[in-house]
């Protein structure tokens, strides 16, 4: 049995997102959708005294009207260091800040200009860490129909990857 997750790439993902990954054979990254502002695709938030304060990847050109993997990132990598310099400052007394630390610095000193192949990058990196063996693939790699939307589009990279069961977050249930 064919087991498959579809899902945008989203910077530094809520842990559901890797409970899908690890759950299925192959993962799909759903880069060639529409990018959505305001969204968790190149933000997350940290806590700094208790408090949500979110943290970006800058991005060059960024418009709902593009696929997320028409996106580049800033090229000033200066503002990926400020944002690892308060991620050390606010946790560097945590568990396991070692660790997680590295990680993050593997993420966000990538030189990988365009956003999905640096979230695609970081997906992989996390999921190495953590020993998943799960095939990641980017859907925009994949022969498909580009003119199908929504849950038709899913169907039809299920289809295509012989997907025997179609695994979804629980925000995507209906």
Request: overall charge positive.
């Amino acid at each position: 049995m064919r087991k498959i997750g579809i899902m945008q790439p989203y910077f530094v993902p809520y842990i559901g997102y890797w409970q899908l990954l690890n759950a299925v054979d192959t993962y799909v990254v759903f880069d060639d959708v529409n990018y959505i502002k305001r969204g968790w695709i190149n933000r997350n938030r940290i806590l700094i005294n208790k408090e949500p304060h979110y943290i970006n990847l800058e991005l060059s050109g960024a418009s709902q009207n593009k696929k997320i993997n028409e996106i580049e990132l800033s090229e000033d990598i200066e503002l990926r260091k400020k944002t690892l310099k308060t991620i050390e400052y606010n946790y560097k007394r945590a568990p396991f800040y070692e660790e997680t630390m590295n990680l993050m610095k593997k993420i966000l000193l990538n030189k990988e200009k365009n956003l999905a192949l640096f979230l695609f990058d970081q997906i992989r990196i996390v999921a190495n860490y953590f020993d998943m063996n799960t095939e990641i693939i980017m859907s925009s790699s994949l022969e498909k129909n580009n003119e199908l939307k929504g849950q038709d589009k899913i169907i039809d990279i299920c289809r295509k990857l012989n997907a025997d069961v179609y695994y979804n977050a629980i925000g995507g249930m209906n």
